[in-house]
């Protein structure tokens, strides 16, 4: 079945970097558009970035400048590469795809930006 494995969150203070990564396993990854939502407390789920099968990009205006999705075929893999983080950053940051008329999401990983 489809699984997503995030990692990389952690505890960061303003204007740092962190690096998320999503395993993905259980569909053809080559071909599908992965992408990265996240969840502030009392909050809906909102899009910050989405990567094609062919590479392309599209982000929140909010990250625009700041955030780089990548992924890597190869490793069944996407990143999500954030800097100058700020405080209104921290969310339960989750993987998705839609597959067959699902949407599949992973458990998801904490980024906390504070001082």
């Known amino acids: 079945q489809v699984q997503f494995v995030e990692s990389g969150g952690g505890l960061v203070q303003p204007g740092g970097s962190l690096r998320l990564s999503c395993a993905a396993s259980?569909?053809?990854?080559?071909?599908?558009?992965i992408g990265w939502y996240r969840q502030a407390p009392g909050q809906q789920r909102e899009l910050v970035a989405t990567i094609t099968s062919g590479r392309y990009t599209n982000y929140a205006d909010s990250v625009k400048g700041r955030f780089t999705i990548s992924r890597d075929n190869a490793k069944n893999t996407v990143y999500l590469q954030m800097n100058s983080l700020k405080l209104e950053d921290t969310a339960v940051y989750y993987c998705?795809?839609?597959?067959?008329?699902?949407?599949?999401w992973g458990q998801g990983t904490q980024v906390t930006v504070s001082s």
């Open positions: 259980g569909f053809t990854f080559g071909f599908s558009a």
């Open positions: 998705n795809t839609y597959y067959y008329a699902t949407d599949y």
